[in-house]
């Protein structure tokens, strides 16, 4: 099977812009979830999809915002981007609890 | 503020030794646990994973063992290779509720082993 994707795999933006990023999990899982990962905080859950609903949040402001399709591929926003949200941002798939998470390679966003 | 960098604890073996990775989680109500390795530019790799109601489970060349009286959680990783080489995380999760999709990771390990 093939693993999970997630493009772009880099992307810069400046300050304020607006940012879509696209994850599409192993076939078959229908549990979505995204990481953010820094060097200052580590890896940081943002949110979890599951059937097109959103079942858990992070504690993470509204200008972080996800949403899920009926083939259970995932997109995250960020809008009003700031310098701080510059990271490596995760996807993971998973069948259902109590299995793991598989993890994408990450989109590296950079904000100038 | 500024933001401090997290130090990573590191441990350097020689290829050939036996590497024992440990990990401290938080939430005593938490059930299901999982060992990641993450290489440089990669996303996070599945090692191993390990329910509550077990202390140990084995894989290939991977041993977790699970210390619930003291939220203490261990890799070992048998006669340790240089691709071996990472950052090791382990994660920790309830069932349901509002802990669905979420995983709480640990600081990581940087593992390095020389040739």
């Known amino acids: 099977k093939a693993g999970v994707t997630q493009t772009p795999r880099y992307l810069i933006k400046t300050r304020g812009q607006q940012v879509t990023l696209s994850c599409s999990p192993i076939?078959?899982?229908?549990?979505v979830s995204w990481y953010q990962q820094t060097p200052g905080q580590g890896l940081q859950f943002l949110f979890e999809y599951f059937s097109e609903t959103q079942r858990n949040k992070g504690n993470f402001p509204g200008r972080f915002s996800g949403r899920q399709f009926s083939n259970s591929r995932s997109e995250m926003n960020v809008s009003t981007l700031e310098l701080g949200d510059s990271a490596l941002y995760l996807c993971?798939?998973?069948?259902?609890?109590?299995?793991?998470?598989?993890f994408g390679p990450g989109t590296r966003l950079t904000v100038t | 503020g500024e933001s401090v960098g997290l130090h990573l604890p590191t441990l350097s073996v020689q290829e050939g030794d036996n590497s024992i990775i440990n990990c401290a989680y938080s939430n005593s109500a938490s059930d299901y646990f999982i060992w990641y390795k993450q290489e440089s530019g990669k996303g996070p790799q599945f090692i191993i994973d390990i329910r509550s109601n077990m202390d140990k489970r084995q894989g290939q060349r991977v041993t977790v063992l699970l210390n619930k009286t003291v939220k203490h959680l261990s890799l070992q990783i048998a006669a340790t290779q240089p691709g071996d080489s990472a950052v090791y995380f382990c994660a920790e999760t309830t069932a349901g509720g509002t802990s669905y999709g979420k995983l709480t990771f640990g600081q990581g390990t940087i593992l390095t082993v020389h040739p």
């Open positions: 993971a798939s998973s069948l259902v609890w109590g299995n793991p998470q598989y």
């Open positions: 076939s078959g899982h229908r549990s």
